[in-house]
Every structure is written in structure tokens, then in C-alpha cells.
């Protein structure tokens, strides 16, 4: 039972963008690995860009220095 885990910033995804992550990525393990896809389990967890650090600063500074 593939368990996939993705964490993106909370910023302009729509539901349908993530519904068709969802798909893409089980598509992705069933024609790659030959997983089923009834048991294949994808999260997308939200994180707020304050809480996202790249580089010893928050993802909402860099975005704010154009970087």
C-alpha cells in the first residue's frame, strides 16, 4: 500500500490543481511500479510560507526579495 506524501506552500493551488496531483501521482506508481490504485494513498499537505525556511529564511522573505 504506497503511501506518498507531498507538502506544498498554501498559495494559489486550486482543488482541482490537487485533485489532478492526486491522479497524476498514482498514475505515476501504478505505470512506473504496478502499484493498485485503490490502495494507493496520496496527502497534500498545505504549509503557510512562514513556515517554509530555504536557505535560513522563510519561503514568504525570499519570494518578497524576488528570489
Not at 482543488?15 to 496531483?21: N, R
Request: proline share 4%; glycine share 10%.
Amino acid at each position: 500500500m504506497p503511501f506518498v506524501n507531498i507538502k506544498i506552500t498554501r498559495d494559489g493551488v486550486t482543488p482541482e490543481k490537487k485533485a489532478e496531483v492526486i491522479r497524476g501521482v498514482t498514475k505515476l506508481l501504478v505505470d512506473v511500479l504496478g502499484k493498485n490504485p485503490a490502495t494507493t494513498m496520496v496527502l497534500i499537505e498545505e504549509v503557510e510560507t512562514d513556515n517554509w525556511g530555504v536557505g535560513g529564511e522563510t519561503v514568504t522573505t525570499r519570494r518578497k526579495s524576488g528570489r
